[in-house]
């Protein structure tokens, strides 16, 4: 019934931009708080960025400033613009539903490579 399902990964040179997109369905996507997550190769799932449902942001120092989270909610889709990319972004990234108030995860979507190499 819930669906979150991402798109817009691929290869990139480091200093390059992906756009990766969150296609949601089952639930009310309007009223959701919604994150992005990513897990590299070798490495433990670290939390990248959170969107509210009111459209406050929140981002992991490690992407702070080069990366921007956004939804549309007409179209039930969130979006995670990466810009100035890095070999260490290299990672599956996925979204993910949160509960509002204590932050708990609810849904995954099965996640996007984004692989930045020279």
């Known amino acids: 019934q819930v669906q979150l399902v991402e798109s817009g990964g691929g290869l990139v040179q480091p200093g390059g931009s992906l756009r990766l997109s969150c296609a949601a369905s089952g639930f009310t996507f309007s009223n959701s708080y919604m994150s992005w997550v990513r897990q590299a190769p070798g490495k433990g799932r670290e939390w990248v960025s959170d969107i509210d449902h009111s459209g406050s942001t929140y981002y992991a120092d490690s992407v702070k400033g080069r990366f921007t989270i956004s939804r549309d909610n007409a179209k039930n889709t969130l979006y995670l613009q990466m810009n100035s990319l890095k070999p260490e972004d290299t990672a599956l990234y996925s979204c993910?539903?949160?509960?509002?108030?204590?932050?708990?995860?609810?849904?995954w979507g099965q996640g996007i490579q984004v692989t930045v190499s020279p």
């Open positions: 993910a539903r949160r509960e509002g108030f204590g932050l708990r995860f609810l849904d």
